[in-house]
């Protein structure tokens, strides 16, 4: 009776002390938000201020000096600086965001006419609806209404060439002869120099090529990045550029011959691997979902790649692969290069694919460091998750 007496009290002190602790958080995390939720507003007036000074969503440095602020205030205060970073940046990103919704709504010549050729397409209905959003008039030309292309052509502002890669050339030629002196001429195709030339060649106004390198999927601009290949008469195209900025895009400037040989290996290279890796699997009829039930986090994030491929429209990546003469000799040098590992396992040679692997490692330097860095903070994200 005494014993349950003391345990009874011991009960009741634990529970009163615990309640008041738990009491004591909840506190803490109702001051948590209404601290997140001032924030929010302070950021509400950087984007009005923003808004009216038509200035870009996103700030590379002031985040980045940011977080290093952050971290260091962190340490300071014994705490987990990679927590903190994660933290701000959920928070950061959050803000970017709602910024760029607001921002969407922002045009830079806000009822001007906008032409998009193949716009019912993918890309074409996305950034439809981004110029849309942003009060410009938005004309479709389809592949069925060329017999209205004079009129759509009337007074544009701006014509945006969305359309299957291997019809952009004549397409360009097509248009040209419509199209107002002064009216920007733009592109969205995969690859540039071919686009780009033939789009200098017919029309004497500005001229301007673009590469999103992101698929209709994405639901904002937020940090996806663009690739702008000059044409002419910058002045009469920067208000593209500052447009796609102010939705929340990244530009990054190249000549078009760089931009290709560049999406020679980021796009052909990649994909084609891919696609090789995966129809290898599928010959040798592997168990896909047994593998995965033995795997690492690193095969399941290698096989989240390779699947995510095959999930998606393969005469898209048809078009990507076979874009260029120069792109498809590339691939082939890819296979070629594979035979030579050929000899190597037939000769069971291990120290020549250690003398192999450290030439690369060489090659790869500092990227190795980085590469681990990042792909250990996805994995860690995919344990969280799965
Ligand atoms: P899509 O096939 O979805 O759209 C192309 C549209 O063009 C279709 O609606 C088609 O009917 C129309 N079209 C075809 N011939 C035409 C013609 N002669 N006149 C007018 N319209 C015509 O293709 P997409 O994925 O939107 O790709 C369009 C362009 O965007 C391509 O150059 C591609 O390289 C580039 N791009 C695509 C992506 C992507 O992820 N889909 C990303 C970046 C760039």
């Known amino acids: ?5 003391i345990e009874g009290g011991i009960e009741n002190t634990f529970e009163s002390e615990i309640k008041e602790l738990r009491d004591r958080i909840d506190d803490i995390d109702e001051q948590i938000l209404t601290l997140i939720s001032q924030r929010f507003a302070e950021v509400q007036k950087v984007v009005a201020l923003k808004k009216r000074h038509n200035m870009p969503v996103f700030h590379p440095a002031r985040e980045e000096d940011m977080i290093s602020r952050l971290r260091d205030s962190a340490r300071k205060r014994q705490m987990d ?5 994660e933290l701000y940046r959920v928070i950061l990103r959050n803000s970017r965001l709602h910024q760029t919704v607001e921002m969407k709504q922002q045009g830079i010549k806000p009822g001007s006419k906008v032409l998009i050729v193949g716009g019912y397409g993918q890309m074409g209905s996305y950034f439809a609806w981004f110029f849309t959003t942003s009060g410009y008039e938005v004309r ?24 299957p890669i291997h019809v952009t050339l004549e397409t360009v030629r097509r248009i040209a002869p419509y ?17 780009l030339n033939e789009m200098m060649k017919v029309h004497k106004g500005p001229v301007i090529g673009l590469h999103p390198l992101f698929g209709p999927t994405c639901s904002s601009l937020d940090k996806q990045i663009i690739a702008v290949t000059p044409g002419k008469k910058p002045e009469q195209y920067q208000w593209l550029i500052d447009q796609l900025t102010l939705w929340g895009a990244i530009v990054v400037n190249s000549n078009a011959q760089e931009h290709d040989e560049i999406m020679d290996i980021v796009q ?38 390779v699947g995510r491929l095959f999930a998606q429209d393969s005469s898209l990546y048809a078009e990507i692969v076979f874009a260029t003469p120069l792109r498809r000799k590339l691939l082939k040098d890819f296979v070629l290069s594979l035979n030579e590992q050929i000899a190597m396992l037939d000769n069971n040679d291990k120290e020549l694919f250690i003398e192999r692997f450290s030439e690369t490692a060489k090659w790869f330097g500092t990227f190795s460091e980085q590469a681990l860095r990042e792909s250990t903070f996805i994995i860690n994200k995919l344990i969280e998750r799965f």
């Not at 030309?141 to 502002?157: A, T």
């Not at 199209?179 to 686009?195: G, V």
């Open 81 to 85: 600086p990679d927590f903190i970073e």
């Open 1 to 5: 009776m005494q014993q349950s007496k």
């Open 179 to 195: 199209l107002p002196p002064d009216a920007l001429l733009a592109d969205i195709t995969s690859i540039k120099t071919e686009p």
């Open 268 to 305: 052909g290279l990649r994909h084609f691997a891919t696609f090789c890796f995966g129809q290898f699997l599928s010959r040798k009829k592997i168990e896909l979902h047994r593998t995965l039930e033995f795997s690492s986090p690193i095969y399941r994030l290698e096989m989240g790649m």
């Open 140 to 163: 479709i030309l389809s592949e069925n209404n060329w017999d209205k292309v004079e009129s759509l052509c009337i007074d544009i502002e701006l014509a945006l060439i969305s359309v």
